[in-house]
């Protein structure tokens, strides 16, 4: 397939390439510039015509695009560039879009004091912190195009990422060793990246609805989120076990 990625600078983005190229066309773009072996377009989510322009003969968008805390930007990257990337589908009878968020674009706050098997499907209650808000908007504004066009979107949800090789999380954050606990929500790159392919192969007639939400994360102990869902529908079976990670440190 032909798969425009947006935002594919960031920290997911290199490991979604290494998961799709071989198997598929990609084109990269981002509001920086990237070094790359694949077709390049610098592109701001939150230009309309700049997005309509970079989806022309793409049969899918990966939306990886983000920005967290600027108030004006955020809703102009996470919720605008989704109304961008939807019409760009439209225009380009585009079927298949792949979206990304936190979790808590799903289960933000009110959720924290459950801790049992939630799932994707639960109530959208992203909060008011402008980056699960703004990423929530977004999703919703994919979600009403699905009503009024024949277009899927697949929500990829994510929260914690871990390297399985050298047990580091995230850049900037403390290293996650044997004996220490972890956010029950964690994933390794390896196999986030994976769940792309994963969205990409799934028939559309399968999918429930148009518009379907998926927690990445493999099984962990804990249990507060659900990857069943992401499980059964996807076909997404996680190949690192994170279950190491988990146990409490002895003092
Ligand atoms: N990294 C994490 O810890 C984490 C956790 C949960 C969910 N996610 C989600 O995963 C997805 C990818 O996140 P990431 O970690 O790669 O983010 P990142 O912040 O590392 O990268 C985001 C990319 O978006 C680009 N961008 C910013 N403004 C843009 C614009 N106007 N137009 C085009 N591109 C623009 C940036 O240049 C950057 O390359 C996002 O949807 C994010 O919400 C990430």
Redesign the pocket.
Not at 29 to 32: A, L, V
Not at 43 to 46: E, G, K, L, N, P
């Given at each position: 397939m032909n798969v425009l990625i947006?935002?594919?600078?960031?920290?997911?983005?290199p490991h979604v390439v290494r998961a799709l190229e071989g198997r598929h066309r990609l084109r990269l773009?981002?509001?920086?510039e990237l070094e790359t072996r694949h077709e390049y377009l610098k592109?701001?989510?939150?230009d309309i015509d700049q997005v309509i322009a970079a989806a022309d003969g793409m049969d899918v968008i990966i939306?990886?695009?983000?920005?967290?805390k600027d108030r004006r930007?955020a809703f102009?990257?996470n919720a605008r560039?989704c109304y961008n990337m939807m019409v760009a589908a439209v225009e380009h009878g585009i079927d298949r879009v792949i979206n990304?968020?936190?979790?808590y674009v799903v289960a933000g706050p009110t959720y924290e004091r459950f801790d049992h098997m939630i799932g994707p499907d639960v109530p959208h209650q992203p909060g008011t912190y402008l980056y699960a808000l703004t990423?929530s908007l977004g999703q919703e504004i994919c979600r009403v195009f699905t009503d009024s066009h024949d277009i899927h979107v697949l929500d990829l949800?994510?929260?914690?990422?871990l390297d399985a090789e050298t047990h580091t999380v995230?850049s900037g954050s403390p290293i996650a060793n044997i004996g220490h606990d972890l956010v029950p929500y964690t994933v390794s790159w390896g196999d986030a990246a994976d769940a792309f392919g994963c969205a990409l192969d799934v028939e559309l007639d399968s999918l429930p609805s148009r518009s379907e939400v998926f927690f990445v994360f493999p099984d962990l102990p804990h249990q507060k989120f659900s990857n069943e869902k992401t499980r059964r529908i996807l076909g997404w079976e996680p190949k690192d076990k994170l279950d190491q990670f988990w146990k409490k440190a002895k003092s």
């Open positions: 947006l935002g594919a600078n960031g920290e997911l983005g773009s981002d509001i920086n592109v701001d989510a939150s939306n990886l695009s983000v920005l967290r930007l102009d990257v560039g990304t968020g936190p979790f990423k949800l994510f929260y914690m990422f995230e």
